[in-house]
């Protein structure tokens, strides 16, 4: 790329961070990063009633935590109020828009009636015919209007750098309305106008966003500015094929973090929600996907949103994370299910998440599957009981108890070779002393090796569960 491109991310601050739109985030950074450019973020605030305090810090919450961290402050749509009404006036003044004074009652029966005989609910052109002199004498008797932009003949093409050559008849635009009756901008003056200020090479949107281009377009060409090149972006499916929404679960970034799943994970599977490096990986951290991120790369389909890939992602992603971070994540959790005053020391902790996390979901499971590495109570699994506590089991048990206790160094190497020894010496295979340890030590049938699960459990929470489970299995 010669110039170094500047793209914006610039949500409507109406409701919390959802998935799309965190994406859409994603994208534009990925690709600023990627090529040495900036990536702005601009709040769409205009609607003062739909717009709330909360839903911005929402949103500017969501992407730091994502770690998608803008350039420069953050620019807020009501400031350029100023901006955008000498836009609209550059326009009249060109006589690229004109006051229309139409009532909004007689616009909504003209409406209503294109509408009934299915007809385009398009402006009839009453006010454009105006002259000069009748619409500024109408003006300043203190009549209301609205700006409308002239679209004019002709038809408005542009090349998506997502799905190639895209046009609208200008017939179908619409004299559409830049500046309201009150004064304040639409979107599509506000948008164009910020985006010229701002400097914006390249704009990555969502799809819905398709039919608005085009009228984009003629307002950079009529107010005499480069046109950038635009992006659609496909939307995110539920798994159903429908829309994605609340219906399928989660959709805010926050419910997200609430849920126990990792930023880096959710960072590393929204990049690859409808975008792909043209290989197989799939495990990409934030410097590879920055590498490899190219808008060619977005599919022109629309992306399904799998929650399970996510969970396995994220199950990838906890096991790679170091056992001090994932402490701090679920330290409150520890704390409030005991196990931070049941641990030995910082070590014990440790120790126990290294094990726990081979295999979790989301970190609440760091919890559940610590548990056992902790004098605290446990259950036993009643499934697993039928399953292993059966036959021999108990005096096979009773066996490795006395064997365990001579153990004086208690290491995984040591206890290895003493259960593998004991087996020998019984002339049975090692799984028959083993599952009945794990079920008495855990509660459960599957646990990480069980070697490193009695090292860490320690000698005596290990002995006192083995006793337990001899006293109450029967
Ligand atoms: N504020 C608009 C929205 O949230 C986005 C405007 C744009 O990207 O052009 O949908």
């Known amino acids: 790329m010669s110039t170094k ?60 935590w994502l770690g998608l961290d ?21 326009l009249m003044e060109q006589g690229d828009a004109y006051r229309c004074f139409c009532p909004p009652e007689v616009l909504a029966r003209k409406r209503e009636l294109a509408i009934s005989e299915k007809r385009d609910p398009l402006y009839d052109g009453a006010c454009r015919k105006l002259s000069n002199a009748e619409s500024d004498k109408l003006a300043a008797s203190g009549k209301k209007f609205a700006v409308r932009f002239r679209t004019g003949e002709g038809r408005t093409t542009f090349d998506d750098l997502v799905h190639g050559r895209i046009g609208a008849d200008n017939s179908t635009l619409d004299d559409f309305i830049i500046q309201r009756s009150d004064g304040t901008p639409t979107y599509m ?7 010229i200020e701002m400097g914006i090479t390249h704009i990555i949107r969502g799809d819905d966003h398709i039919s608005n281009t085009p009228k984009q377009i003629l307002l950079y060409r009529a107010l005499g500015r480069p046109v950038p090149r635009f992006g659609h972006v496909p939307l995110i499916l539920g798994t ?11 959709t805010s970034l926050t419910e997200y973090r609430e849920q126990g799943f990792l930023a880096p994970a959710l960072f590393n599977f929204l990049a690859l929600l409808g975008w792909s490096p043209g290989d197989d990986r799939e495990i990409m951290s934030a410097d590879e996907l920055t590498a490899a991120f190219e808008l060619s790369g977005i599919n022109t389909r629309n992306a399904i949103f799998d929650p399970r890939k996510l969970e396995w992602m994220n199950g990838q992603y906890i096991s790679r994370t170091d056992n001090e971070t994932l402490l701090s994540l679920v330290r409150g959790q520890f704390e409030s299910e005991g196990l931070l005053a049941a641990a030995r020391d910082e070590n014990h902790l440790l120790a126990a998440l290294e094990l726990a996390k081979e295999r979790c979901r989301v970190t609440g499971e760091l919890v559940s599957r610590s ?22 089991a108990p005096r096979y048990l009773a066996s490795v108890k006395e064997v365990l206790a001579g153990v004086d160094h208690w290491s995984e190497a040591a206890l290895e070779n003493a259960i593998r020894a004991l087996a020998e010496n019984l002339q049975i295979g090692a799984g028959k002393l083993i599952q ?14 069980i070697f490193e699960t009695l090292a860490v459990t320690g000698k005596e929470l290990a002995l006192q569960r083995i006793e337990n489970a001899l006293a109450t299995l029967g």
């Not at 803008?70 to 550059?90: I, K, M």
């Not at 159903?240 to 989660?250: N, V």
């Not at 548990?371 to 021999?392: H, L, M, N, S």
Request: no cysteine.
């Open 436 to 449: 009945p340890i794990r079920l008495s030590v855990t509660g459960t049938n599957v646990s990480p090796g």
């Open 240 to 250: 159903d094929k429908k829309r994605l929404s609340k219906r399928h679960g989660a």
């Open 371 to 392: 548990r056992f590495f902790f004098p605290v109570e446990i259950e036993y699994d009643p499934q697993a009981v039928k399953k292993i506590w059966k036959g021999e």
């Open 70 to 90: 803008w350039d420069g402050q953050v620019v807020y749509q009501s400031q350029g109020v100023e901006r955008h009404r000498l836009a609209a006036s550059r």
């Open 5 to 64: 491109p500047v793209v914006r991310f610039a949500p409507s601050p109406t409701g919390y961070l959802h998935l799309g739109g965190a994406r859409t985030a994603l994208f534009n950074y990925l690709f600023a990063r990627g090529h040495g450019g900036k990536f702005l973020l601009r709040i769409e605030d205009t609607d003062r009633e739909r717009s709330s305090a909360e839903a911005t810090a929402a949103i500017l919450d969501g992407l730091r």
């Open 189 to 195: 003056l506000a948008v164009v106008a910020d985006d």
